[in-house]
Each structure stands twice: as C-alpha cells, then as structure tokens.
C-alpha cells in the first residue's frame, strides 16, 4: 500500500492524476492478462503485483483475462496453475475472461476494418512479408495485394474462415503505412490461418487473431481504463491506439514497466519450459524454479512475496534486481511468523556421561522471541544428544567458539557441556564425543560467573525424529545466466550443486506433528517447510527455503 510519505512511481502517478481529471468517470479498471502457456514466475508476480495493487489502491477493479490466441502452446492445465497462483497471491479478480471469448466480436470488427478500408487480405508468403516489410533504416514496399476491393476482400476474408486456405496461404493485414519508422505499422498480420484446435473453442476457427489486434480489443470491452504491461511492448502502443480509434470503441490507456529479472536465475516461459521438459527439474513446482508454484513449495509465503514487489518498486529502464533483496524480503516475513525448533541436519552423538543414566527431563524453549503470543514448548533432553558435526572440532584454534576438546560450550535452553575425549572409527573419523555437563548452569549461566563464548543448538538422541532435509542453492552457478560465453549452451551454466538431500536428520520431537507447507527456523541453520508434495508421516521431508544469513553473498566475498 501506499503511505502519503512515500513517492508514488509512475504509473500510480499517472493513475491519480486520470482520476482527478475525471477521466473515464473517475474510474480505475486493470486487468492481468498471462497466456496459458506455462507457469507464472516472478515477473509474473510483479506485474500481478502492480495490476491488482493499483485496482485495490484506487478502489478499482482488476480482471484475470487468459490471453489465449495461439492454441498451439496453451492448455487448461496451465489455466488452472494461474488461478491458483494468483489466488496464493493473495489477490481476487473481479471477473474472469478469455480472449477467445471475443473471437467472434474480434472477427466482426475485422469485417468494419475491411468496410472501412483499413485491412486487407494478403497472399504473401512468410518470407516475402518479411522481405517487403524492411527493416530499421529499410523502407517498407507495399504488397501487390493492397489495394484489392472491398469486395473481393470480405469475399476472401469469409473463405479464410470457411476454411478454403491452407496455413499461411493467406493473412489479414491492417493497411496502415509501409513506410513508417515503427515496425509494427507497417501493415501488421491481424489474422493468420492455422487449422489447430483451441483448448476452448475446438475445431470453430481455422484463423486466429494476432496479440496486437486481440490485446487493445479486449481491454475496450472490459472496460480496462489503464492497460499495464512490460517495456516490450511500448513500440506497439501506436498500434494499439490505431486500432481503437478505427474501430471508435473505449480508449484503455496502455503504459509500460521494466520487466523483473533476477540475478542466478532465468525468467522467460520458454526457458522454464525446457528445464521441466529436459528434466533438469523436478517439474513446474520444483522448489529451485523461480515459478510462484516453485517458491511457494519452498516455504516463500505470500507476504514476503508481496513485499519483495514493492520494495523494487516500477522503472523504466530494465535491470536485474540482485536474488539477495527477494532474500532479504523472505527472511523479514519469516522471522516474524516462523517457530522455531531444534533439528541436526549432520548429526554428531554426544554421550554425557555425568548425566544418571535411564533418566530426561524437559527443557523450556521459546518459540518466537519475535512474538511473545507463540509462547514455550518443552523439549526433552538426556544422557544422549546430537549436535552438528560442524559445530566441533578437533584441537580447535582459539576463535572457534563451538566445541572442542577441554572448553565449554552452552547447550540452548540447556546446560554447559565440556568435551572430554573423542571416538574414533578404524578411519579416523570422530564417531562420538564423550562429554560432561554443568547441572548448576540449568539457566543458561555459571553461578560461579564463568563464561562460554558459543551457544549450540542439540536434540536429544531418545527422542529424536528422523527427516530428510532438501537444501537448495541458486540455480546457476552465473550471475548473468543470459550472458552465455561462446560455444556454450545457457544450460551448460546450471548449478551442479543446487540440490543437496541430507537423509536422516535428526530434529526435536515436537516436529512430528508439522504439517504440509508448515514453516520453521531451524535455529542457526535457516528458514525451512515441510514439503508439501513428498512429505509423509513415516518420511518427513523438508525444504529449506532460504539461510538465515546470506551465505552466498558471503561466499562470494570469500572467492
Ligand atoms: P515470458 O516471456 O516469460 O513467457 P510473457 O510476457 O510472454 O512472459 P505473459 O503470460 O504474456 O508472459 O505475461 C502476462 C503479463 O505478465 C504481461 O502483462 C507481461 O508483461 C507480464 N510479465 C511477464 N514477464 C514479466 C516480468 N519478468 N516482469 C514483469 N512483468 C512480466
Ligand atoms: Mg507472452
């Protein structure tokens, strides 16, 4: 939402300034219109975002409209996936549409074009409108076939339909000037013929409108009063007001916004569908795809999604946000609403050996030092516990504050505990820890004031339950996958190392009982959910959604 501190960007600007003109009544009408072609990502999200968040702001209305004009590439299956991910998003449309629906109002305003002489029927090839067309400093030629009648136009027009043609055989073409500086004037397909079925209207039409001359249409009839969409298409805004003022039909405003790319990630259906289809993936929803579907079965929840779109703000000029701040925005709403809970992702056995056999207790833990409201759990603690391996060391130097042989360590919520000898397997490999523990320092502190410099999260080795832990790196191993050196293919610079499972960890037993999608702080290991696809009672699978800190960032510096 907007504050009155905060300066609004240019497209709310603009939309406030329409308002107090009066224009269209006053009236604030957005629409989100994805093609059925694959998952939404999170430029998606952005210019979800944008649409339903100025509708909202302005006390507006925003339509879901399925842009779904080349039936070649669509499917339901992808229509049911966007109203899922949208409604995850936390936005309700006001009314839901298809541009196919318009194909007969689409068809009958092409005949008024016809009449009106602004459109024609072309036998060119592919390749000879491409070759008349021109290019930047190449002037367009007219087709041979621009200045047929009217009659034998519509003649043609409603053979096109009947089905006379083969693909390609013929096009309608808007006549508007082959020698403008912009492309997309230059006499634009408006039909094309391809005998495909539709997803939704069958085998009723062997020609189907192109997006320009379906995009501004279907916006009028709706009603849209501001039409926001990405940089890509500010070239074709002349086209789409050309149409409109042909026709004489409701005048949308179309604006445009720099499209959202990330660091170590790429954000284009296409190439999204090559990686589930090339089974580099484990699909659409694999938790390393920057799809909605993906990030939301890693454990990302709606708000940080949102926030993150707000704090990168509108441009005009397209860049690449650093994948750190989509981080940062996750971690903020985590860490908020996250409990928290002990789990060893590479357990190391303690044995306390002062500690009476046969016997536990209950430790008290906190659950959100962030929110009182989460209150305490208890969590058992005995003889035998685990710990990271990680967190000792052997013949430690002086800086490292975790475990090691003759200093103390504080166990969370626990004890003080100090490593006396360590175990060895034939290979040399510490298998266990023998250790002893402080009964005085239940609270957390010595009585006798001595003090311990780390702090180490434990679970008790009795009571433990075991998961399997999913820890995810970034995608590709290259800030700029775009930026492919040469004789490489852009897939060559996935990341070998973006998947690590880690089997039988051992977490607190309260974890039992978390369910799908749940998410957690693992204390000092980072954000995590319970996998809401493989997950089951006998095998508990987690993701890990994100660090608590940004160990890339770091690893970076290091390198
Ligand atoms: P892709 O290139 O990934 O297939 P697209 O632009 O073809 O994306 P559409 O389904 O046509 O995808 O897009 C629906 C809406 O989402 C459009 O208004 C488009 O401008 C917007 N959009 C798509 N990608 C981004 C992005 N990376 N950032 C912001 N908005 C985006
Ligand atoms: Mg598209």
């Known amino acids: 939402m907007n504050t009155p501190e905060k300066k609004l960007d240019f497209i709310r600007q603009l939309v406030t300034d329409d308002v107090a003109a009066g224009l269209n009544d006053g009236r604030v009408h957005t629409r989100f219109p994805p093609e059925p072609n694959g998952y939404l990502h999170l430029g998606h999200a952005k210019a979800i975002c944008l649409s339903f968040g100025v509708a909202q702001e302005f006390g507006g ?109 013929k096009s309608l073409r808007a006549k508007i000037d082959m020698k403008s500086d912009n492309m997309n004037l230059r006499d634009p397909a408006m039909y094309r013929i391809r005998h495909t079925a539709h997803h939704r209207t069958g085998d009723k039409w062997c020609l189907y409108p192109t997006y320009d001359w379906t995009h501004g249409q279907s916006d009028s009839i709706e009603g849209i009063t501001h039409s926001l969409c990405t940089l890509e298409f500010e070239h074709h805004r002349p086209l789409y007001d050309w149409y409109i003022e042909k026709l004489g039909i409701h005048h949308p405003k179309q604006r445009e916004f720099a499209r959202l790319n990330l660091t170590y990630t790429v954000m284009s259906k296409r190439k999204l569908l090559e990686l589930v289809q090339g089974d580099y993936v484990s699909g659409w929803d694999d938790p390393r795809m920057p799809t909605i579907c993906g990030i939301r079965r890693r454990g990302v929840t709606p708000e940080a999604l949102r ?70 759990r208890e969590m058992p603690f005995g003889r035998e516990i685990y710990i990271e391996r ?132 693992f204390e000092r290991l980072g954000y995590f959910c319970v996998d809401p696809k493989d997950s089951t009672t006998d095998q508990l699978v987690f993701n890990r959604t994100v660090t608590l800190k940004d160990a890339w960032a770091n690893k970076k510096k290091k390198t």
């Open 307 to 376: 926030s993150f779109c707000d704090v990168i703000g509108l441009t005009k000029t397209n860049s690449t946000t650093d994948l750190a701040l989509f981080q940062n925005s996750i971690r903020g709403h985590l860490n908020q609403i996250a409990q928290r809970r002990m789990a060893v992702l590479d357990p190391l056995k303690v044995v306390i050996e002062n500690y009476p056999e046969g016997e536990s207790e209950m430790r008290k833990a906190i659950n959100n030092p962030e929110d009182e409201s989460a209150g305490t």
């Open 390 to 521: 990680a967190d000792f060391m052997e013949d430690a130097p002086k800086k490292f504050f975790r475990l090691t042989q003759g200093r103390e360590v504080r166990l969370k919520y626990a004890y003080f505990l100090k490593c006396n000898d360590v175990i060895k397997d034939a290979e040399g490999n510490v298998t266990e820890l023998r250790c002893t523990y402080d009964p005085e320092t239940s609270g957390g502190k010595a009585p006798d004031g001595r003090k311990v410099k780390g702090t180490i999260h434990w679970v008790s080795a009795e009571h433990a339950i075991e998961a399997q832990v999913r820890l995810y790196d970034v995608l590709f191993t290259q800030e700029n996958p775009g930026d492919v050196p040469e004789g490489k293919d852009w897939k060559d610079l996935l990341n070998p190392d973006s998947l690590k499972i880690m089997e039988n960890c051992k977490l607190e037993p309260s974890l039992a009982s978390a369910e799908a999608g749940q998410r957690y702080q």
């Open 61 to 169: 209305k925003c339509n879901l409209r399925f842009d779904d004009t080349n039936p070649e590439k669509e499917d339901t299956e992808y229509v049911d996936a966007i109203r899922d991910d949208v409604k995850w998003l936390g936005f309700e449309w006001d009314s839901e549409h298809f541009a196919s629906d318009y194909f007969d109002q689409l068809y009958d305003w092409a005949v008024q074009l016809i009449k009106d002489g602004h459109a024609y029927v072309c036998d060119q090839s592919f390749e000879e409108v491409r070759e008349y067309r021109g290019g930047w400093n190449v002037e367009g030629k007219d087709s041979p076939f621009r200045e047929r009648s009217v009659e034998e136009n519509l003649d043609l027009f409603q053979r096109m339909r009947d089905g006379e043609f083969k693909d390609g055989e």
